[in-house]
């Protein structure tokens, strides 16, 4: 009996022993678990609810058409400005022959004003030269009726003789007024008549441009659905080109964990695409306006009397290096894991200020807007003469 209790009370020590340890390597396991939260855990916020955005360009014809030839396909890449969709381009062609002939006669027709313009001052001239004749005629003619070698009858025939003259210079003047109103303070090129049919030939010419679809940006395409001989209305989606250079990461953090998140703040990231051996760097470049489901195509109606509250989730753009994006390039929609360094806490949370160099441009347009003013002054050149 007595080896039985000093056996138990040898087996309840080790026990105790045993459990002690095990208490031990827990305390000392929160107490490092504590030292690394105070020391670090809390300055970072993770999420793995977060996505790749990017930039969906749509490939939208500005005219109407039939499609004669459709130059790329889904997964292509197209440089900015490639043509991707060519219009049938015989009814815009026809527009733009009638409006460059039409500028061509208006250019013709204003040059006849400012001849006509010229042929009225030069009978105005001649008009003034008759009437002061007629007043030298009338002043002979007086100064000899006093001496009786002019009769009295001759000179009222010269006085009528110059109000006759002085009525035909008077309508002449008027002439030139009506006249010099067509043509006062202009030129060939800056007449409205010649603007307004210019500005027709510049309206032919980009309907006539555009038939083809150019890329506004370099990416790759996708969503094509585009077929050759469809008769496609103006602002029809025909495609996508995704610029994948410009990515970048909408994490969607609970509402709590955005307390100390400031724009600006370091971030890691992973791609689930590549695993955790590549790591990408980028900053938070800002918030959204409010939370997903305030945004949703059905927001909820939390006026309900069967509300339950549920913790919401923020949008937060998070920017890439760009070099990194070169090394591993990602697609829009990929998932993504990440982690906001917070150390830095200053600042507000949603800054006011605007983002340098935001928004984005597209430049390939501009040159049929060029092509037509230089067709423009070639017509012009071709109908005026030297020097207006």
Do not use: C
Request: no cysteine; aromatic share 6%; net charge neutral.
């Amino acid at each position: 009996m007595a080896d039985n209790e000093q056996t138990g009370s040898k087996g309840n020590g080790k026990r105790r022993r045993v459990l002690g340890l095990i208490a031990f390597v827990f305390l000392i396991a929160a107490a490092g678990y504590g030292a690394w939260w105070a020391l670090s855990g809390r300055y970072y916020e993770s999420t793995d609810d977060a996505y790749v955005g990017g930039n969906i360009v749509q490939i939208t014809p500005q005219v109407a058409g039939t499609v004669i030839a459709v130059r790329a396909e889904d997964t292509d890449f197209v440089k900015a400005g490639q043509p991707l969709v060519e219009l049938d381009r015989a009814d815009a062609k026809v527009a733009l022959e009638q409006a460059e002939a039409q500028l061509a006669r208006t250019v013709r027709s204003v040059r006849n004003l400012f001849a006509t313009d010229s042929q009225i001052a030069a009978v105005v001239a001649q008009r003034d030269t008759e009437l002061a004749k007629a007043r030298e005629d009338l002043a002979r003619r007086e100064r000899a009726s006093g001496s009786g070698a002019v009769s009295a009858e001759e000179v009222q025939h010269a006085r009528d003789a110059i109000r006759s003259a002085e009525a035909v210079r008077n309508a002449a003047r008027e002439q030139l007024s009506a006249s010099r109103a067509l043509v006062d303070r202009t030129t060939v090129v800056d007449h409205p008549d010649v603007q307004s049919a210019a500005a027709r030939v510049r309206e032919a010419y980009l309907a006539y441009a555009r038939t083809t679809l150019p890329a506004p940006v370099s990416g790759y395409v996708a969503r094509r659905s585009v077929q050759v001989g469809q008769r496609v209305a103006a602002g029809a989606p025909l495609m996508a080109v995704v610029p994948l250079e410009d990515v970048w990461v909408d994490a969607n953090f609970k509402e709590g964990q955005l307390v100390h998140v400031r724009t600006g703040q370091p971030v890691t990231l992973e791609a689930d695409l590549y695993g955790g051996h590549v790591e990408y760097h980028g900053t938070v470049a800002g918030f959204g306006a409010g939370t997903g489901a305030a945004f949703a195509l059905l927001p909820p109606q939390n006026a309900t009397g069967n509300w339950i509250k549920v913790v919401q989730r923020v949008p937060v753009r998070i920017a890439l290096d760009s070099k990194e994006l070169a090394r591993h390039p990602l697609q829009v929609g990929l998932s993504m894991r990440v982690e906001v360094d917070t150390h830095s806490r200053e600042g507000v949370r949603m800054t006011a200020d605007p983002r340098k160099a935001a928004g984005q441009a597209t430049a390939v347009f501009e040159a049929q807007e060029k092509l037509a003013d230089a067709r423009v002054g070639e017509i012009i050149a071709a109908n005026r003469p030297q020097g207006r």
